[in-house]
């Protein structure tokens, strides 16, 4: 069936750099784009950024510009999202998310099932 | 950027009752608009987009209406599965692609 699969919980201390991947099985991993979500305990959904599976493209949010690396592999159909220096208000609650294209005006179809990232010295 | 202001932000039903949630966007976004349901400790699941058109598998108990700035997600007929935290999301531009703050539908 159509998935996405993340990797596990990481902690990391302020500074450091954390890379969470993203692995897609049931459909061609090239005709969509991945978006990344996170949230912080207890609040709301933030987008991250979005990348193109086809050709690499990116889009980020301007809060994140300059920290966050998103990237893919296709020969894997696996997405990755790098975020650097680290700092506490980043801990969250990181989710991959497939857009659903044209068909569904860019919703969001298929998430990960999140992953857990602790910043904390 | 384009802000989504949900309300209410908290609302206590009961099974059966008929729920309506409403999302403002700043400015126009036509109808791309998505709406999603999550649960504690789960990631969300797409409910609707274009603003009325379900997903897939989505009970017909939802739907959703609105266009340019004003939106709403009705529940017809509130289950016990549907005890849940609601998002709107605007589709229209960006970045970036913002979400409301979220609706918690609680057991009254």
């Known amino acids: 069936q159509v998935q996405l699969v993340q990797s596990g919980a990481e902690v990391k201390k302020p500074g450091a750099s954390v890379k969470v991947s993203c692995k897609a099985s049931g459909y061609t991993f090239t005709s969509y784009g991945i978006s990344w979500v996170r949230q912080a305990p207890g609040q709301g959904l933030e987008w991250m950024g979005w990348i193109s599976a086809y050709n690499g493209n990116t889009n980020y949010a301007q809060k994140l510009q300059g920290r966050v690396t998103m990237t893919t592999d296709t020969s894997t159909s696996t997405a990755y999202m790098e975020l650097r220096s680290l700092r506490s208000d980043d801990t969250a609650v990181y989710y991959c998310?497939?857009?659903?294209?044209?068909?569904?005006?860019?919703?969001?179809?298929?998430w990960g099932q999140g992953t857990m990232v602790t910043v904390s010295s | 950027d384009i802000q989504l202001t949900q309300s209410p932000s908290f609302l206590s039903a009961s099974v059966g009752d008929r729920v309506t949630i409403t999302c403002r966007a700043s400015q126009g976004i036509s109808s791309y608009l998505a709406w999603y349901q999550q649960k504690p400790g789960k990631a969300p699941k797409l409910l609707i987009y274009?603003?009325?058109t379900l997903q897939s598998g989505v009970p017909s108990r939802f739907s959703g209406s609105g266009s340019g700035t004003e939106f709403t997600l009705t529940i017809s007929s509130l289950q016990p599965e549907d005890f849940a935290t609601y998002y709107c999301q605007q589709l229209n531009s960006y970045p970036p692609l913002t979400f409301g703050g979220g609706t918690k539908v609680e057991i009254k």
């Open positions: 998310a497939r857009e659903g294209g044209l068909l569904l005006s860019g919703a969001f179809d298929i």
């Open positions: 274009a603003a009325s």
